[in-house]
């Protein structure tokens, strides 16, 4: 009898051993529930509660994919919704300010060297530009001291600052980078007056950096070198992760310093942090799952839940329940929740106003501004380097002086050059009239003003696939251009019914004829094209 019980004595404590760096051992009691199942895309992220609803992104992560949609879920309906849809190579961490929810992406067909965001008060919807750096990603938006912070990068890693919701920015931070590299910073935690940051330099690891509204400099007592994630502010100070094989082991950065508060444990994999103001949870991946754990100061961790079916990517609080984001069995995304029961009616009111439009420039001399477009298109010249720089300045002063409905659009004609020039960088070509038609329907959605001829919805898709997904099709514009006018005739409309399923077009192609289609129509039908069809036919009926 003695000796089977030092046995078991023995067995609770390897148990124990195994269980995980400085763990509260309390057996799990709940199995989170799977709430919503989303595609095409395969991965589920950046949720965040806003107005009585978690919303989240459906996208592809990894790769240059021109695809990413956001869904909203009501926990006490369970109600999964399409929201809208982002030509982004995948989409940033969300950032509440104001009462509006604003969502930062790459978009490379508006953005042309600038950020692109998109701002919702839960109803209506504004496509904003951050030109005040140059840049593609936009990886997350933050609030600090007020303001509201896009983080930039792609070429230089950068701070954008907003003190007026979005409409006008102000370069707070240019991160110095040789010409031709590349520097990021792709992940950002505000606690009290410092900002901590994860940035990659070329050629270097990852850096552990703070800003303090001016300088930004190394985190003392972190060693430059290992990468790590998650980045979550947590009763004033910032905790992240980082780890490899041996398992994760837990930071803190305090006071302004660094150090580490656990210890690895072999199959702790963390993936990503969030804090509830009480707690600090972690999700964790296994090979058969997940799990949920919670700590009140990060080194002592309690288990709280596990989960199957796929595996996870981020974690997230609202509305005091718990939530995981991830993959799949299916290969599609998948959306976990640790929610109570009875989950709690969260006050509503009028939704807050959206920010007014952007001016970035008093209004100029629209006549003369003509002729010199007129002449700028007709020169192969200025659809190279500087020169179409030039001629996106001409466009952009011309969509910022209020000019006529027919301005921009009564120059879509067939009569530019048709040499091929060189673009990104000189690793593809494109045709010097289309591109002069994309950088006219460009400015035709930033105006606001202006009719998208239909043609453009009926152009095969030939282009070759290549690994920066960045095309300068004027298809892709004018799709972007109508959400912007809200061109919502039946004959737009229909001609974007029509391109549903269209034989040899991508993937990510479809995605953006089906968030046209909601953001124009109001519908959200998300990817089911019947459903879509039908809708259209009874309408004309």
């Known amino acids: 009898m003695r000796k089977c019980l030092w046995c078991r004595v023995f067995l609770i404590a390897i148990c124990l051993a195994l269980a995980g760096p400085g763990t509260s051992h309390s057996a799990p009691t709940r199995q989170m529930e799977i709430l919503a199942r989303v595609g095409p895309w395969p991965v589920v992220s950046q949720m965040i509660g806003y107005?009585?609803?978690?919303?989240?992104?459906?996208?592809?992560?990894?790769?240059?994919?021109?695809?990413?949609?956001?869904?909203?879920?009501?926990?006490?309906?369970?109600?999964?919704?399409?929201?809208?849809?982002l030509f982004s190579q995948d989409v940033g961490d969300p950032v509440i300010h104001n009462g509006l929810l604003y969502w930062p992406f790459e978009d490379s067909r508006t953005s042309l060297g600038w950020g692109?965001?998109?701002?919702?008060?839960?109803?209506?919807?504004?496509?904003?530009?951050?030109?005040?750096?140059?840049?593609?990603?936009?990886?997350?938006?933050?609030?600090?001291q007020g303001a509201l912070v896009a983080v930039s990068s792609a070429w230089r890693a950068g701070l954008q600052v907003s003190r007026d919701?979005?409409?006008?920015?102000?370069?707070?931070?240019?991160?110095?980078?040789?010409?031709?590299?590349?520097?990021?910073?792709?992940?950002?935690?505000?606690?009290?007056?410092?900002?901590?940051?994860?940035?990659?330099?070329p050629g270097e690891k990852y850096r552990l950096a703070r800003w303090d509204g001016g300088v930004l400099s190394d985190v003392p007592g972190w060693t430059q070198g290992p990468y790590f994630t998650s980045l979550a502010?947590?009763?004033?100070?910032?905790?992240?992760?980082?780890?490899?094989?041996?398992?994760?082991?837990?930071?803190?950065?305090?006071?302004?310093?660094?150090?580490?508060?656990?210890?690895?444990?072999?199959?702790?994999?963390?993936?990503d942090l969030a804090s509830d103001g009480e707690r600090l949870w972690a999700v964790v991946s296994k090979p058969e799952g997940g799990e949920l754990w919670s700590s009140a100061a990060g080194a002592e961790w309690r288990l709280e839940a596990i989960f199957t079916g796929g595996t996870p990517s981020s974690v997230a609080i609202a509305g005091g329940a718990v939530y995981v984001g991830g993959t799949g069995e299916d290969e599609r995304g998948i959306l976990w929740g640790l929610v109570p029961v009875h989950p709690a009616a969260v006050p509503q009111g009028e939704p807050p106003e959206l920010p007014t439009a952007q001016t970035f420039a008093e209004p100029e001399d629209?006549?003369?501004?003509?002729?010199?477009?007129?002449?700028?298109?007709?020169?192969?010249?200025?659809?190279?380097?500087?020169g179409r720089v030039v001629l996106r300045?001409?466009?952009?002063?011309?969509?910022?002086?209020?000019?006529?409905?027919?301005?921009?659009?009564?120059?879509?004609?067939?009569?530019?050059?048709?040499?091929?020039v060189p673009v990104i960088g000189g690793s593809k070509t494109v045709v010097a009239g289309d591109l002069g038609h994309w950088i006219l329907l460009w400015g035709i959605g930033l105006s606001g003003k202006?009719?998208?001829?239909?043609?453009?919805?009926?152009?095969?898709?030939?282009?070759?696939?290549?690994?920066?997904?960045?095309?300068?099709?004027?298809?892709?514009?004018?799709?972007?251009?109508v959400t912007q006018t809200g061109q919502a005739d039946n004959e737009t409309i229909g001609a974007l019914i029509a391109r549903l399923d269209r034989e040899g077009d991508p993937d990510w192609l479809q995605g953006d004829v089906v968030g046209v289609l909601a953001a124009l129509t109001g519908e959200r039908f998300g990817y089911d094209t019947a459903a879509w069809r039908a809708w259209w036919l009874a309408k004309l009926n």
Do not use: C
Request: aromatic share 10%; no cysteine.
């Open 116 to 144: 692109s965001m998109q701002v919702t008060n839960g109803e209506g919807w504004r496509f904003l530009l951050v030109p005040s750096a140059t840049m593609f990603h936009i990886h997350l938006a933050a609030e600090w």
């Open 165 to 201: 919701g979005g409409r006008n920015w102000v370069e707070a931070y240019d991160h110095p980078t040789p010409d031709r590299r590349v520097s990021r910073m792709s992940e950002l935690a505000v606690a009290g007056d410092l900002a901590i940051g994860r940035l990659r330099e």
């Open 393 to 420: 300045g001409l466009v952009h002063s011309i969509a910022r002086s209020n000019p006529p409905a027919d301005f921009l659009a009564s120059r879509l004609g067939p009569d530019m050059p048709q040499d091929e």
């Open 450 to 481: 202006g009719t998208v001829p239909i043609r453009y919805f009926d152009r095969p898709w030939t282009a070759p696939e290549h690994g920066s997904e960045k095309y300068f099709d004027p298809l892709l514009m004018a799709l972007w251009a």
């Open 51 to 85: 107005r009585g609803r978690v919303w989240f992104a459906n996208s592809v992560k990894g790769i240059n994919h021109n695809s990413a949609d956001l869904w909203s879920l009501d926990p006490r309906t369970r109600q999964v919704r399409y929201e809208r849809h």
């Open 366 to 386: 629209l006549d003369r501004l003509g002729v010199e477009l007129d002449e700028a298109l007709q020169e192969p010249v200025n659809f190279f380097d500087h």
């Open 233 to 271: 502010a947590h009763r004033g100070a910032v905790y992240f992760a980082h780890g490899g094989t041996d398992g994760s082991v837990i930071n803190i950065v305090k006071e302004g310093t660094a150090r580490t508060i656990t210890e690895p444990r072999e199959g702790w994999q963390v993936r």
